[in-house]
């Protein structure tokens, strides 16, 4: 494992937050948790997010959920397409008989995109998929200094491509997750504690 990897890691064992989606290899729960954190801070998702599995414990309650429940469960989160698109979705893998476990599989599901089909297969089944996010951006971005702004084609395509060939292929699931909890907590959008840093 390249030197990176192994400081994020060490980091990670130390500061990562006790997060229930964390603690399973559901891909339901994984997916369910990705769209909820979509546009929304995680002390605001957490609650919606055990609501929302509480009422919908299982794709199959999702898909047969009328579209009114769902969009009532969902409210307050703000960006509805998102709502009936997991419920669109949801009818989709039912009607699979399986909840697909590769990233090309997944980006087939209705309203996921590169990053949440690489955050699911990554988390669900260590597919060695980088997932990259906002915060995954802004960390490779400084640590190797990519000037190329972030929301250009060719910005993007430099930072997937650092994400991918730093991931070790036996540790997708525990590198995305270090990398997105360091850009959360520690390489933070402003004011980062760049003089702790372990990979200053």
Known sequence: MNEICSRLFEW??????????????????IWIS???????????????????????PTVESLAYASE????????GLGYY????????????????GHFPNTYDAIRQLK????????????FAFDEPKAAVDGNVCRVWTRVFGIEEP????RGKK???????????????????QAVMEFGALQCTPSSPDCLSCPLN
Not at 81 to 96: E, P, W
Not at 111 to 122: H, M, R
Not at 158 to 176: C, D, R, S, T
């Open 12 to 29: 990670y064992s130390v500061n990562k937050r006790d997060l229930p989606w964390r603690a399973t290899r559901d891909p339901y729960l």
């Open 34 to 56: 990705e769209v909820i954190l979509q546009q929304t801070r995680v002390a605001q998702g957490y609650d919606y997010f055990v609501r929302f599995i509480q009422r919908f």
């Open 68 to 75: 009114d429940e769902v969009l009532r469960m969902w409210q």
């Open 81 to 96: 397409s998102r709502a009936r698109n997991l419920h669109t979705a949801a009818k989709q893998v039912v009607g699979m």
């Open 111 to 122: 309203g996921v995109g590169d990053y949440t089909a690489a955050a699911v297969a990554s």
């Open 150 to 153: 972030i929301d250009s084609a």
């Open 158 to 176: 430099m930072v997937v491509e650092v994400a991918q060939a730093l991931l070790p292929e036996k540790h997708a699931a525990k590198y995305n």
